[in-house]
T-cell receptor, first 112, second 113 residues
């Protein structure tokens, strides 16, 4: 059974810092891994999708890496801004299906 | 990407009543998914809805409690039946596009009194 874990559960940093969010999964036979952002009480916004054949993806100040063999992914946020404050979720599809298994999320607060 | 809308965006309901949540996608998709996010928790899949067939429910979720319709390739509804306070959650629909990237609707925030 695939399990996804995110560390830390919460993170508070001053504006301008670079930071790393971690995601680990138990079954390394994944097709891809997706990072989402969720603002309080809202839906999910897809940030980055990494295919199993890729090692990293970049979008603006965000960079996500994937190491399938160790069952880990990281989301790097450069030059953090208060608008980055949100919960960040990682998810992987269950093998052979399209349904996602989510981590518990990291609640990020960027202090001005 | 995909543009997904949900109605209602939020509602406050009385115990024992039912609420139907609508999900509309801007293009045809084969599979639509319904998730629940309980307060302070991550997302849990309720069921997968394919057009023209019965929805497939995950362990712990049953059709009598969460009936789903999928009348065409751009629309689906989820009903939360005989509600109790434990059903208070955010309900989200999602679709899977090319390269297996999923996109989510804005969610329906349900409070049951």
């Amino acid at each position: 059974k695939q399990e996804v874990t995110q560390i830390p559960a919460a993170l508070s940093v001053p504006e301008g810092e670079n930071l790393v969010l971690n995601c680990s999964f138990t079954d390394s036979a994944i097709y891809n891994l997706q990072w989402f952002r969720q603002d309080p009480g809202k839906g999910l916004t897809s940030l980055l999708l990494i295919q199993s054949s890729q090692r990293e993806q970049t979008s603006g100040r965000l960079n996500a890496s994937l190491d399938k063999s160790s069952g880990r992914s990281t989301l790097y946020i450069a030059a953090s801004q208060p608008g980055d404050s949100a919960t960040y979720l990682c998810a992987v599809p269950i093998q052979g299906a399209q349904k996602l298994v989510f981590g518990q999320g990291t609640r990020l607060t960027i202090n001005p | 990407s995909a543009v997904i809308s949900q109605k209602p965006s939020r509602d406050i309901c009385q115990r024992g009543t039912s609420l139907t949540i609508q999900c509309q996608v801007d293009s045809q998709v084969t599979m639509m998914f319904w998730y629940r996010q309980q307060p302070g928790q991550s997302l849990t899949l309720i069921a997968t809805a394919n057009q023209g067939s019965e929805a497939t429910y995950e362990s712990g979720f049953v059709i009598d409690k969460f009936p789903i319709s999928r009348p065409n390739l751009t629309f689906s509804t989820l009903t939360v039946s005989n509600m109790s306070p434990e059903d208070s959650s955010i309900y989200l629909c999602s679709v899977d596009r090319m390269v297996n990237e999923q996109f989510f609707g804005p969610g329906t925030r349900l409070t049951v009194l």
